[in-house]
């Protein structure tokens, strides 16, 4: 929730107060864009245990980065999220969380990706309503080949992601110019 009004927030200074954000945000990413990209991929790469969507991200990040570097460091993030929650979850007894929370749903994959790995993956990841993170831990508790993890994730997400941010920026831009 507080990400939602944070969200928020910045939607309405972006808006409303294009000169104060504009100023003072971009002087601050300018200085320091080395700097500003690495804290996008931290957030991003920590992201899946956090459980926070990385569509927030995207959005924060659509106000301060040119879409093609937004997507690079995004998607890499998600990789090393994903293969993150892969190797740890259970490590961390996340494992009892989603195994709680999401009991149906992972019973149901784990029988499907016996059958079609790669392609549930690709699908899974792509779904923008599907949390990534679950398909990334019932890989691990299955063992599924990382490579073939990291290649799924990738097609999935990158679909999304590109659409997310390239029409981002696309729908921002012209309603942007409304105001």
């Keep these: 929730m507080l990400w939602l009004l944070f969200l928020g927030c910045m939607l309405y200074v972006y808006f409303f107060h294009a000169e104060l954000f504009q100023s003072q945000l971009e002087q601050t990413v300018h200085a320091s864009m080395g700097l500003a990209y690495a804290f996008l991929f931290f957030f991003g790469a920590i992201r899946g245990f956090t459980l926070i969507p990385v569509t927030y991200l995207i959005i924060i990040g659509l106000l301060f980065f040119p879409p093609l570097p937004l997507f690079i460091i995004t998607l890499a993030g998600i990789i090393v999220s994903s293969v993150s929650v892969y190797y740890f ?13 999401y009991s149906r749903q992972i019973m149901r994959v ?3 990706l016996e059958k079609n790995e790669l392609p549930i993956i690709i699908a899974w990841s792509a779904f923008p309503f ?12 299955l063992e599924v080949d990382v490579r073939k993890l990291i290649v799924g994730i990738f097609i999935g997400e990158g679909v999304v992601c590109g659409i997310y941010i390239f029409f981002g920026r696309y729908v921002l831009q012209h309603i942007g110019a409304l105001f």
């Design 130 to 141: 599907l949390p990534t993170d679950v398909i990334c831990y019932i890989c691990g508790a």
């Design 89 to 101: 979850f259970e490590f961390l007894h996340i494992d009892k969380l989603f195994a709680k929370r």
């Design 110 to 112: 784990r029988s499907a």
